[in-house]
T-cell receptor, first 114, second 110 residues
């Protein structure tokens, strides 16, 4: 049973560029959340997708956008990259029907902006 | 901001029990206590959660005080592989937005 998979594992971009990160949820899960984790900090919630719509959003600018596909996989897009966007980006999946069910996290994409 | 307070770091000897405390004095009646851990270079891993009763699973035990203002995660026989950052989180729903603090860095020593 495959867990949450994310691609790529590492990425280097230049300031001002755009990036797309991808996530496949755990089998049977229908909800995907994205988190940003700066070095030495806990993960911070970016947004959550369910039924292909953004359901909740954290305190992140509109440069951060996402998408969920009919197969429940998801993408995170970041435009006009800033040096401060360098971080580990984590995807987590869960079951909507089990709102108290725990999140299952992938191992993240390490984004470096130079 | 995180609604929990945890010590920055703790040490434990291999084979001994690790007891990780968490304060959540402003927890509301419908909020659960969740524990996750993050081993270096990996994503967070769910450990256990509870509302008001003590809980136990194959990984750990969770002890919640009667007033629910604090809890303790217990790893009964810590191993070197338990070295990680442990996060205590309160949330109404486990799949809703989780607010992580900085967690407790647990180091298990041989």
């Amino acid at each position: 049973d495959a867990g949450v998979t994310q691609s790529p594992t590492h990425l280097i971009k230049t300031r001002g560029q755009q990036v797309t990160l991808r996530c496949s949820p755990k089998s049977g899960h229908d909800t995907v959340s994205w988190y940003q984790q700066a070095l030495g900090q806990g993960p911070q919630f970016i947004f959550q997708y369910y039924e292909e719509e953004e359901r909740q959003r954290g305190n992140f600018p509109d440069r951060f956008s996402g998408h969920q596909f009919p197969n429940y996989s998801s993408e995170l897009n970041v435009n006009a990259l800033l040096l401060g966007d360098s971080a580990l980006y984590l995807c987590a999946s869960s079951l909507e029907q089990g709102r108290r069910s725990p999140l299952h996290f992938g191992n993240g994409t390490r984004l470096t902006v130079t | 901001d995180a609604k929990t307070t945890q010590p920055t770091s703790m040490d434990c000897a291999e084979g001994r029990a690790a007891n990780l405390p968490c304060n959540h004095s402003t927890i509301s009646g419908n909020e659960y206590v969740y524990w996750y851990r993050q081993i270096h270079s990996q994503g967070p891993q769910y450990i256990i959660h509870g509302l008001k009763n003590n809980e136990t699973n194959e990984m750990a035990s969770l002890i919640i005080t009667e007033d629910r203002k604090s809890s303790t995660l217990i790893l009964p026989h810590a191993t070197l592989r338990d070295t990680a950052v442990y996060y205590c989180i309160v949330s109404e729903g486990g799949s809703e937005k989780l607010v992580f603090g900085k967690g407790t860095k647990l180091t298990v020593n041989p």
